[in-house]
Each structure stands twice: as structure tokens, then as C-alpha cells.
């Protein structure tokens, strides 16, 4: 694949760095880093990179190719390629892909653009033959006064919705993709402000642009921060929509926050103070238990891993109520282990570093529950999240060892690096026991076995229930963020609960470890309605199969916008969005 910039190029280049006494060094090495940037924005021109790899390649590389007005031959880096711009308002607009003959369309908002630079965008998008197709854009630089960045982004094709098999609503995912990717190329090139172009589907752009633009940077020099642009609505009055998108964003990119902090920055402590600080504001009731309480309750399970550490355990109470104080809330509770080494069942060190992420159902419940809050979901949601480090040292649960629960059945630990199951255990129990729930769901990255079935492509959900699954399918499809629904059948409870000297065990016999796992809370569940989330393979780092919007080698924050979709279809059964 030839790379090399074209003889036109060169000659431009070339006029342009002989001119002014190029002997002067300064103004030498001013023409050469200026070369630099077109020949890295001409390669990104040439290589034919599909949406994920442009998602990366535009969070690193300055995409300024920009065709002068009038000539179609001479290709300029345009008032240097970014420098100009930094600061600047950008602007993210959609382009349809051809089909049937037609050529690519530009969409509503992006042709009432066009009709302002009086048709210069249209030159530009046939001059540098952008076809639309879903995820493939270029900037353009000093189009218009107002906005000094123009990102015209492929939206795949026009009116795509609902596809069965791949049991998601293709068109508001394209949305998000294009957004997200638009978003994120201006924001490579400095621009302070980002208006985005709502493609018919405002909410869905809100998320897209909201989730491609955040970083977790805290503990980075200030000087090497990335510049977090301003998100602004264009072309469409639905505020409402695109509000509604920025606080499911928003949502996500707090679990990401939590769950991508080191894991001495986010200690159980650390954890309940920063739940406090995000909910408190919306209305929400936080209550801290310390360690006292805990032992009060007889939360064993929950203790059993958390006396490993030096860090004392706490559990937070949580409470929305969005309605009568008399209904029945919704129990959600979250794995909070804000690190995990595995204990005595140590983990290999490469890659021990991701397990700070072992707090993703925590972090996802707290997320989810701001947003329930902020979109005043007319639902009683209440949240009971234990919080503890899983260490290795000579308080440390054993293989072996068993605990009993306060249903008064006993519970052998043989895999200390499975503590998930155990952590929840009693504090599910409790939740239940206190505020007689109407549903119950629990999340938690328990074990591998859900990532090596669907790695990055799904949550695994088991369910007793087929109407919450069907709930969960819809809400996965609308979000973008699916979930597949895995087996509860006897054989796997045979394989947890067929023992001589105990009731459970954590890890089962056998293969299919998610499976096994769900068995184990399945038995902790009387008669509730009830559904497990297993976020292995979707909630920590992300690796295969990246998410345009996602920011490579990161934790995802997932499943939040899907909790909270979920959350707004039980508390809104009767509108169909």
C-alpha cells in the first residue's frame, strides 16, 4: 500500500519550503514539522480504515486534509493544521452512505450547512470522495467563520433500524459511532467547543459524542491533559433527547472513572466517599456501614474475603424513591472488590493490574442510579453494594474454608480467586430480608468463563424470570450494550449444591464457571424475581473488538446505559422508547 504523498503534494510542499530563505533554521524546521503533519493526515487519508481502527487512529492523529476552495488538485494543511483551530468552535455533521445509484447525502442539518457555505461542503465531500460509509470522515479547516473545524463522518446507510439477528437498532448504534468518532477527531485538533448534529436521533448522538471525549486523566501532568470540548446540539430543537443522552453518558463515564482508578486512589473508603459526593447532590440517601455494623449483621460471607486486607470493609445502603414510599423498591446489588490479587489463589502478575476493575457492578449500580435520579424515574430503586480488597496474607480465607449464610446455609470456599459469589452472598440475603424487594438484580464480573463464551459482545444475563429477560434483550438492543441470556438449568445447581459435608460451593464442579457461579446466587434467591449480570468479559478493559466510542485499553463502564434503560422501561411500562 503506497503511503507516499502525491507529486502535487510534493510540489506544493516543496514551493512552499523554498520560499522565505529557507536558510533560516527556524523557519527550516517550522516548514518540516509542518510537512510532518500533512504527510500523517495523507496517510490516514490513503489507508482504508475501517471504525474501530479510526476511532484510535483519530485520538492521536490531527486529520486536517483539506482541499483549497476552488482548486481541487492543490491539498494544503490549512492554517497548520490544527494549531489554528485550537480553541475553536468544531462541528460534527453526518453524511449518508450512496446507495442504489445515488451518491452519498449529506443529512438535514449538514445540508442546511452546506446551503450556508453557499454549497462549498458538497464540493468538498465529492473532491475528496467520501462515500458514507459508517465510521469514515475527514476535517476541513476554514470552511465557515463560526466554526473553524468542519468533521463530515460517515453514518452508514439512511434509514437502517432494528436488526433481528443481531438483536440491535443498527441505526441509533451508527448514530453513536459517527458522533463518537467526530467528537473525538476534533477534540485530537484542540477544539474547545463541539456542536454535533443531532442525525435523527439526538439522544443517541448525545451519547456517541459524550462517552468518545472522556478521558481518565487524573493522575496525568496537567500539561499532557487532553482539552474536553463543550457538547452542543445542532440543527434540531429535541433538547430534551439530547439531555436525556448527556446523563446516561455521563453516567457511564462515572463507572469508568471508578473502576479505571489505581487501586490505592479507590479504596472501599474512597469508593463510599465518592458515592456520596455524586448522589447525595440528586436526592439520593447514602448510608455508610463500617466494619461494626457489619459484624453486627452477620454479613460472614462478606467479611470472610474482606479481613485478607488492611483496609477496613464498608457496605453502602443506597435508596432512590421516585414514587410512594410504601411500594416495593427494586433491589440492585453490586461486587464491589476494589481489588482483587485472587488471595491465597493468586492470580499471575501479568495482568493482575486490570483487576482493579473488580468493582464494576458497584460502580455500574452507583452510575446507574445517579442517572435514575436525574431523569426522575417515577421507581423505588434501592442499592446494597459490600465494598472490600480480596489480599493474600495470614488472615486470609483459606481453600476450603466454609461460612455460613444468613439463610442458614453453609457455604464452602474453595476458589478464594472466585470471591465474587461469596462476597454477595449475605448482603443479597440481607437486602432482601430488610426491604422485601419486588425484583432483584445483581452485577458483578464474577467469573471468566461469560468472556470466553461471548468475550467483549455481551453481558451474560441468567434470569428465573422470561419477562425481565425480554425487558433486559430490549433495553441491550436500544443501548447498544447487549446481553445474552445464558442457562439456569438443574445440572449446573447439581454440580454447586450435590455435596455430603456442605450446602454450596463457590466454584462449583466442572466446567461452564459463569454458569456455575448464577447456580450458587440462583439458590440464594427464594422467590423473588430475579437476575444476574455477569460482566467479565465486558466491564474491565477493553481489548478484542473495540467500541468506537470507547477508548481502547480502558475500562468500559459497562453495563450502566443498559441499567438504566432498564430501569426506565419497569418504571415506564407503558412507553414503548
Not at 467479611?303 to 435508596?319: D, Q, T, Y
Not at 417515577?378 to 466454609?402: F, H, R, Y
Request: net charge positive.
Amino acid at each position: 500500500m503506497n503511503l507516499e504523498p502525491t507529486n502535487t503534494h510534493k510540489r506544493a510542499i516543496l514551493q512552499e519550503n523554498r520560499c522565505q530563505n529557507c536558510v533560516d533554521k527556524d523557519k527550516y524546521h517550522v516548514n518540516i514539522r509542518r510537512y510532518i503533519v500533512l504527510f500523517r493526515a495523507i496517510c490516514v487519508d490513503k489507508l482504508l480504515l475501517k471504525g474501530p481502527a479510526l476511532a484510535r487512529s483519530l485520538s492521536r492523529v490531527p486529520v486536517s486534509v483539506l482541499p483549497r476552495i476552488g482548486s481541487v488538485r492543490h491539498v494544503t494543511a490549512g492554517c497548520g493544521a490544527g494549531d489554528a483551530v485550537k480553541g475553536g468552535k468544531g462541528i460534527v455533521l453526518g453524511l449518508y452512505e450512496k446507495e442504489s445509484g445515488k451518491g452519498p447525502r449529506l443529512t438535514p442539518a449538514g445540508e442546511k450547512f452546506d446551503d450556508r457555505v453557499q454549497g462549498k461542503l458538497s464540493e468538498l465531500v465529492c473532491e475528496t470522495k467520501l462515500t458514507g460509509r459508517l465510521g469514515r470522515g475527514k476535517v476541513f479547516n476554514n470552511v465557515d467563520t463560526d466554526f473553524r473545524s468542519i468533521c463530515v463522518v460517515g453514518v452508514g446507510l439512511e434509514g437502517i433500524a432494528f436488526n433481528e439477528l443481531e438483536m440491535l437498532d443498527e441505526g441509533m448504534e451508527n448514530v453513536r459511532i459517527a458522533a463518537g468518532i467526530g467528537a473525538r477527531s476534533l477534540q485530537s485538533i484542540g477544539c474547545s467547543e463541539v456542536h454535533v448534529d443531532n442525525m435523527d436521533y439526538a439522544e443517541q448522538a448525545a451519547e456517541g459524542a459524550a462517552l468518545a471525549i472522556w478521558r481518565f486523566e487524573e493522575n496525568l501532568a496537567k500539561k499532557y491533559r487532553s482539552t474536553i470540548p463543550k457538547l452542543e446540539l445542532h440543527g434540531s430543537p429535541d433538547l430534551e433527547s439530547w439531555t436525556r443522552g448527556l446523563f446516561k453518558a455521563e453516567a457511564q463515564n462515572l463507572a469508568r472513572r471508578l473502576c479505571d482508578a489505581p487501586a490505592n486512589c479507590m479504596t472501599p473508603t474512597m469508593v463510599a466517599q465518592a458515592a456520596v459526593d455524586a448522589l447525595c447532590p440528586c436526592g439520593i440517601t447514602v448510608e455508610v456501614r463500617t466494619m461494626e455494623w457489619i459484624e453486627q449483621q452477620h454479613l460472614n460471607s462478606f467479611l470472610m474475603i474482606a479481613k485478607g486486607s488492611c483496609e477496613p470493609p464498608v457496605l453502602l445502603e443506597v435508596a432512590y424513591c421516585g414514587t410512594a414510599p410504601e411500594d416495593k423498591p427494586i433491589l440492585l446489588v453490586g461486587q464491589g472488590i476494589t481489588f482483587n490479587s485472587g488471595g491465597i489463589n493468586l492470580r499471575p502478575c501479568k495482568g493482575m493490574d486490570e483487576f482493579r476493575g473488580d468493582l464494576t457492578g458497584a460502580a455500574s449500580i452507583l452510575a446507574a442510579m445517579r442517572a435514575a435520579a436525574a431523569l426522575s424515574l417515577p421507581i423505588n430503586i434501592t442499592a446494597v453494594i459490600p465494598l472490600c480488597e480480596n489480599l493474600p496474607s495470614g488472615m486470609s480465607c483459606k481453600p476450603g474454608d466454609v461460612v455460613t449464610l444468613l439463610n442458614s446455609k453453609s457455604l464452602a470456599v474453595r476458589n478464594i480467586s472466585r470471591t465474587g459469589v461469596v462476597v454477595i452472598s449475605d448482603p443479597m440475603l440481607y437486602g432482601q430480608i430488610t426491604y422485601k424487594p419486588r425484583l432483584v438484580v445483581d452485577v458483578g464480573s464474577m467469573c471468566k468463563g461469560v468472556k470466553k463464551a461471548v468475550g467483549g459482545g455481551a453481558t451474560g444475563i441468567w434470569s428465573n424470570s422470561h419477562y425481565i429477560w425480554k425487558q433486559f434483550q430490549r433495553a441491550g438492543s436500544l443501548t447498544g450494550d447487549r446481553l445474552w441470556r445464558f442457562p439456569l438449568w438443574r445440572y449446573y445447581k447439581d454440580r454447586v449444591a450435590d455435596h455430603l459435608s456442605f450446602d454450596l460451593l463457590n466454584d462449583g464442579e466442572g466446567y461452564a464457571s459463569s454458569c456455575l457461579a448464577a447456580a450458587v446466587l440462583h439458590e440464594l434467591v427464594p422467590c423473588s424475581d430475579w437476575a444476574h449480570l455477569d460482566t467479565y468479559g465486558t466491564g474491565l478493559l477493553s481489548t478484542y473488538g473495540l467500541i468506537p466510542y470507547l477508548t481502547a485499553g480502558r475500562m468500559t463502564g459497562r453495563p450502566t446505559r443498559t441499567l438504566v434503560q432498564f430501569l426506565y422501561q419497569i418504571a415506564c411500562p407503558e412507553q414503548p422508547k
